[in-house]
């Protein structure tokens, strides 16, 4: 089983519709979490991190579930600029960060 | 407002040729990561640092080398390219090793013919 799975999609998305990621990991003394936007070409960006309460920065909301040991993440109201590859990033109680092979969003016009 | 900064952006090699990829950070960050990411893949974990003068191997540490003698330096060696070396390579750094975000430079396009 990989470290940090995630779904590579694409998710082919009307712009306005709420879309959602989840990314599994398999160790659970895995403590920090976060999600990455990757555009294409270029490097990762922080787009937030996790929190055991859960999240939110404006239309992106961000979950952990430490029993079932996934993360996830929800964007609402989709925009074109959202299009992007999405990168889970888990530290399994290290220096490290694992990361997802992430998933690809497309928002249609 | 540098960040992390490479160089090259982009270099063709030949096959067994050697090169240095260039990562610098101003951020006065003790942690430092270089990563190759192919296409369609996830980013692997080739060497690290949790300071000046101290390196570990990540995942894919074989044909490469690094070396830490400043707190902002952290350039990676490659000795006798070969094609499967053909990657992007990103370095970043971090205040704190896993817990804290990772900034990202914007990455080294290197091609081995």
């Known amino acids: 089983r990989k470290e940090v799975e995630q779904d590579p999609g694409p998710f082919n998305v009307p712009e306005g519709a709420t879309v959602a990621f989840n990314c599994t990991y398999s160790?659970?003394?895995?403590?920090?979490f976060f999600w990455y936007r990757q555009d294409c070409r270029k490097e990762p960006k922080l787009l937030m991190s996790?929190?055991?309460s859960g999240n939110e920065d404006g239309r992106f909301t961000a979950q952990l579930n430490r029993a079932s040991q996934y993360i996830s993440l929800l964007i609402r109201d989709s925009k074109l600029s959202d299009s992007a590859t999405y990168l889970c990033?888990?530290?399994?109680?290290?220096?490290?960060?694992?990361f997802g092979t992430g998933t690809r969003l497309k928002v249609l016009a | 407002n540098a960040g992390v900064t490479q160089t090259p952006k982009f270099r063709i090699l030949k096959i067994g040729q050697s090169m240095t990829l260039q990562c610098t950070q101003d951020?006065?960050?003790?942690?430092m990561y270089w990563y190759r990411q192919d296409p369609g893949m996830g980013l692997k974990l080739i060497y690290y640092?949790?300071?000046?003068?101290?390196?570990d191997k990540g995942e894919v540490p074989n044909g490469y080398n690094v070396s830490r003698s400043t707190t902002e330096d952290f350039p990676l060696r490659l000795e006798l390219a070969a094609p499967s070396q053909t990657s992007v390579y990103f370095c970043?750094?971090?205040?704190?090793?896993?817990?804290?975000?990772?900034?990202f430079g914007p990455g080294t396009r290197l091609l081995v013919l």
């Open positions: 970043a750094s971090s205040s704190e090793g896993g817990l804290e975000t990772q900034y």
């Open positions: 160790n659970s003394a895995s403590q920090s």
């Open positions: 996790v929190y055991s």
């Open positions: 990033v888990v530290n399994p109680r290290s220096y490290k960060y694992i």
């Open positions: 951020m006065n960050h003790n942690y």
């Open positions: 640092s949790v300071g000046a003068g101290i390196t």
